[in-house]
């Protein structure tokens, strides 16, 4: 691992902004799969921080698949991120997007639910014509962040209840990031990509359209979480 002061950045959270360095190295190459990082009082050393700080980082960059520690051996590098990822976004705002997709999928999987069971015609046509708008958007591999916010948005407006409403809009600055880097990622991969992509969003509507709550919410966290696991997967890049 190189060495290196952390240059401090407002509004990041020193674990975060360490997450986003050691993310980096992983991205480059410079610590490859399979490797043992520093330990931990190496790496406090090495960017000036504290030791619950180097925890802190540690244990999201496991969270998210990125890092696996053995008991009694230390943390090594589990899987490279798509080279991509640090260009479409910077490396230290990477944590923080991760909790977002991450509180997503509670979220969003309550208010599928509340959809399948709630909505009104109204609401099942809106979520359709999102729906088409993200779909057509995609296929031509063109910019759909207004679309895929949209169609969020409408299924949280089915559920019948304003507080997701209000909670949607209140994070929309950060899930139009998320979606923005996962959209990236997306229409620079293949046509496969792109295919699974739309088909997870239209099964989410056929769910809510058939009434079936379970499949709903099942469906919209299986589509956030595959959405998480793209954004950090290499081999997901294709």
Do not use: W
């Not at 069971?117 to 958007?137: F, H, M, V, W, Y």
């Amino acid at each position: 691992m190189d060495n290196g002061k952390l240059t401090i950045r407002k509004r990041k959270t020193l674990s975060d902004q360490l997450y986003g360095q050691i993310l980096e190295q992983i991205v480059s190459g410079a610590l490859k799969q399979g490797e043992k990082l520093p330990s931990e009082n190496q790496i406090c050393s090495a960017f000036g921080v504290s030791r619950p700080v180097v925890r802190e980082a540690l244990r999201k960059l496991q969270d998210d698949g990125l890092v696996e520690a053995r008991r009694g051996v230390g943390s090594f590098v589990r899987k490279r991120p798509p080279q991509r990822l640090i260009e479409f976004t910077t490396a230290d705002s990477v944590s923080g997007l991760m909790r977002a997709m991450e509180a997503r999928m509670v979220v969003e999987k309550a208010t599928a639910k509340l959809a399948a069971q709630r909505a009104g015609s109204r609401e099942i046509a809106k979520i359709e014509a999102a729906l088409k708008t993200l779909e057509n958007l995609m296929r031509r591999r063109e910019v759909a962040l207004d679309a895929d916010f949209d169609f969020h948005l409408a299924i949280a407006e089915a559920s019948g209840n304003d507080a997701f409403v209000i909670m949607l809009n209140a994070i929309r600055d950060v899930m139009e990031r998320t979606i923005d880097v996962a959209q990236s990622l997306t229409r620079e991969g293949s046509q496969a990509r792109i295919d699974r992509v739309t088909q997870e969003h239209r099964q989410i509507y056929e769910a809510i359209l058939a009434r079936d709550i379970d499949a709903a919410g099942l469906t919209m966290a299986y589509h956030l979480l595959q959405a998480r696991q793209r954004v950090t997967d290499y081999a997901r890049e294709v």
